[in-house]
Nanobody
């Protein structure tokens, strides 16, 4: 079992930046991939970015490419999401997730709110 705790959300103006962090504990050694997802009010949860725990290969949703960067610090069991040029449509609860293989994200954090004001 992997436990995940996110932090770093908040209120920012359009064009601003935030960095989210997610610390993994428990059976972190079993992690293959970590990802960030988000859910806006009234919408389904959607994929944002993911990174391989070993090798650091990354994938991004088209909506965030060029603005968001996912990275990880294996020594700290931490994954980050640097968000730049934020837009009001980025407003959502952001969730960290861990997978032991592929897209099978079974461990989820509690979420952190990101609000971008016009």
């Amino acid at each position: 079992q992997v436990q995940l705790v996110e932090s770093g959300g908040g209120l920012v103006q359009t064009g601003g930046s935030l960095r989210l962090s997610c610390v993994a504990s428990g059976r972190a050694i079993s992690i293959s991939t970590m990802g960030w997802f988000r859910q806006a009010p009234g919408k389904e949860r959607e994929f944002v970015a993911r990174i391989m725990w070993n090798g650091a290969t990354t994938w991004y949703a088209d909506s965030v490419k060029g603005r968001f960067t996912i990275s990880r610090d294996v020594a700290k069991n931490t994954v980050y999401l640097q968000m730049n040029s934020l837009k009001p449509e980025d407003t959502a609860v952001y969730y960290c997730a861990a997978s032991t293989g592929g897209w099978d994200f079974r461990s989820w954090g509690q979420g952190t709110q990101v609000t971008v004001s016009p």
